[in-house]
C-alpha cells in the first residue's frame, strides 16, 4: 500500500487559513489523494480528492504539486468546528471497491 | 436520505463471549466495509464485501472475526470468544464501488 506522511498535530486560530501538508514521495500515477477528516467521537467524513489537478469544494481545497509527490489541504477560513483528524490516503484508481488504508493522520486543534 | 446505521452505539461483554455488530449500509450502496479504531489509534481494515463477489477478508485479525453480508445489504461483524485486546469501535462504511466511502458513527465494544 502506498504510503503518505502527515504532521501528528498542528493548530490554528479560528477564522484564519489553516494548510495541512502531506508527503507522497512513491506515489503512482493511478494513485487518488483523497482527504478524509474524523470529528470526535464521530466515524470518519469524506473531505475532498484529486488525481493532477487543484480542486475545491464547499469543505476545502486540495493543492496537488506538480511532480504529485506532495499535496496540501486547505481550509479557507477554519471554525471550532473544523477540529478534527485529518487523514491524506491515496486511493488506486480502479473500478470496484478499495479498502481505504489510514495512518496517524494530523490533529487540528483551532483556537478561538 | 438516511446514511450509514450501526447498533448496538456500545457494547460491554465479558471476556469469552460472543458479540454481533450490526451495519445497515446506505440504500443502493453495494460495497461494504469493516474497519476498527482502537484506543487514540487510526482506523485498521477488517474486511469488505463488493455486491455478489467473494469478500476481502485480509484485514481480519484472527479467525475469532467473521462478518456476513445477507441480501446485498445489512452487514454482521462477530467477534467469537471475545478478549480484552477485541476492545475498539468497529466502524462500517458504504460505497457505490469506487466511490468514497460513508461511515457510520461505530459501535464501541468494551470487554472486560
Known amino acids: 500500500d502506498a504510503k503518505t506522511t502527515q504532521p501528528n498535530s498542528m493548530e490554528s486560530n479560528e477564522e484564519e487559513p489553516v494548510h495541512l501538508p502531506c508527503n507522497h514521495s512513491t506515489i503512482s500515477g493511478t494513485d487518488y489523494i483523497h482527504w478524509y477528516r474524523q470529528l470526535p467521537s464521530q466515524g470518519p467524513e469524506y473531505v475532498i480528492h484529486g488525481l493532477t489537478s487543484n480542486v475545491n469544494n464547499r469543505m476545502a481545497s486540495l493543492a496537488i504539486a506538480e511532480d504529485r509527490k506532495s499535496s496540501t489541504l486547505i481550509l479557507h477560513r477554519a471554525t471550532l468546528r473544523d477540529a478534527a483528524v485529518y487523514y491524506c490516503i491515496l486511493r488506486v484508481r480502479i473500478q470496484g471497491a478499495q479498502k481505504l488504508v489510514f495512518g496517524q493522520g494530523t490533529r487540528l486543534t483551532i483556537n478561538p | 436520505g438516511a446514511g450509514v446505521s450501526q447498533s448496538p452505539s456500545n457494547k460491554v461483554t465479558e471476556k469469552g463471549k460472543d458479540v454481533e455488530l450490526r451495519c445497515d449500509p446506505i440504500s443502493g450502496h453495494t460495497a461494504l466495509y469493516w474497519y476498527r479504531q482502537s484506543l487514540g489509534q487510526g482506523l485498521e481494515f477488517l474486511i469488505y464485501?463488493?455486491?455478489?463477489?467473494?469478500?476481502?477478508k485480509s484485514g481480519l485479525p484472527s479467525d475469532r472475526f467473521s462478518a456476513e453480508r445477507t441480501g446485498g445489504s445489512v452487514s454482521t461483524l462477530t467477534i467469537q470468544r471475545t478478549q480484552q485486546e477485541d476492545s475498539a469501535v468497529y466502524l462500517c462504511a458504504s460505497s457505490s464501488p469506487a466511490d468514497t466511502q460513508y461511515f457510520g458513527p461505530g459501535t464501541r465494544l468494551t470487554v472486560l
Open positions: 464485501f463488493q455486491g455478489n463477489s467473494a469478500p476481502d
